[in-house]
């Protein structure tokens, strides 16, 4: 148990470090013999995060209007009553981690509430869970995976045909356009291996040209992970010094999926598991010709999630990811 005695102060990587290991742990955020006790706690297995606040005697925790955040109420051994604020959106924790420490300052620095101090930080967010970023948690994830597809891609084919394959950013209906095939990636942080598919187009194959589509699922590093901005860094570096005439367009490409060196970045992240590669065709979708002719005529965007948890790699994909690591 840490004492912070001087006000809340639990920097992410700490966090990071027991989510990473699947480990729990208890930080007091509040001075040794101040009331009330506020503590961060990091769930046993390293799989949530939340904010313990001391209740008194005849105080109810405060209701959560958001449906991203909970607020409950927990029994100690002690015979004291915390209100536990906890989030459901367990990709978005890095975000929610700086809401709980705001919530925790306004009430051991400024002496609110817990009400008080709940209302006001998220009345004082211009967004729920996370101050503004260019890109979202799902964004990053899904960058961090692309430029992961790419740095296998160059092993087999060279640096510069990866990155002129790589279409995604412009626009393309598919992430990669290879001489002789296409590749759709798909990144994710949760448990299922279930993605989201933006359009009917996404999982059909130009004609001529196989599509396949690749499934990756990570999970927070800890201090054994990488972030987005040490991949791209990598990726980078390798492209300058190996195929340095496209370096530009890799720029370009970045740029065009809302990457920027200026953002702030420190969620370290590491495979969780193998790629699963299937072929597009083989994959739970929705078909154009499942739909009547005149229906879609009047649908002007289609997005749903397909679950592939527990289907099998597909036999002889044009492209090995076994043991595919970050950049």
């Known amino acids: 148990m840490s004492d912070f005695a001087t006000g809340p102060a639990l920097a992410w990587s700490t966090v990071e470090h027991y989510l990473g290991e699947g480990l729990g742990t208890s930080y007091r955020l509040s001075a040794a013999d101040g009331h009330p006790v506020v503590s961060y706690e990091v769930g046993h ?19 959560s209007a958001l449906p991203a955040v909970r607020i409950d109420q927990v029994a100690m051994g002690d015979g004291r009553r915390m209100a536990r604020i ?29 009400d008080h101090a709940f ?13 503004p970023r260019a890109m979202s948690v799902e964004q990053r994830i899904g960058l961090l995976g692309e430029v992961s597809i790419l740095a296998r891609l160059a092993r087999t084919h060279g640096w510069e045909p990866a990155v002129e394959a790589w279409t995604g950013p412009y ?20 448990e299922r291996r279930r993605h989201t598919i933006h359009g009917l187009g996404q999982l059909q ?11 990756l699922r990570l999970t927070r590093g800890g201090s054994g992970g990488r972030t987005l901005a040490e991949s791209i860094q990598a990726v980078r570096d ?37 790629p699963l590669v299937l072929a597009a065709d083989s994959v739970p979708r929705l078909d154009p010709a499942l739909l009547a002719a005149a229906t879609l005529e009047r ?11 527990g289907i099998a790699p597909a036999v002889g994909a044009p492209v090995d990811l076994t043991g595919l690591r970050l950049p």
């Open 205 to 215: 194959a130009a004609p001529g040209r196989p599509l396949w589509f690749a499934s």
């Open 45 to 63: 297995g390293g799989q949530d995060i939340a904010l313990l606040v001391e209740l008194g005697r005849n105080q109810q925790p405060p209701r």
């Open 238 to 274: 390798a492209v300058t010094e190996r195929a340095p005439n496209v370096l530009t367009r890799l720029d370009s490409a970045l740029e065009r999926a809302g990457w920027s060196a200026e953002h702030t970045d420190d969620e370290r992240w590491t495979p969780r598991d193998e």
């Open 299 to 309: 649908i002007s965007a289609v997005s749903y999630q397909t679950d592939l948890t």
């Open 171 to 190: 626009g393309e209906e598919h992430d990669f356009a290879l001489a002789d095939f296409d590749i759709e990636v798909k990144t994710t942080a949760a």
């Open 119 to 131: 209302a006001e930080t998220v009345d004082g967010w211009s967004s729920l869970l996370g101050r």
């Open 86 to 114: 906890r989030t459901t959106q367990v990709e978005s924790m890095r975000d929610f981690h700086d809401m709980l420490l705001a919530v925790a300052h306004r009430i051991v620095a400024k002496n609110r509430s817990l």
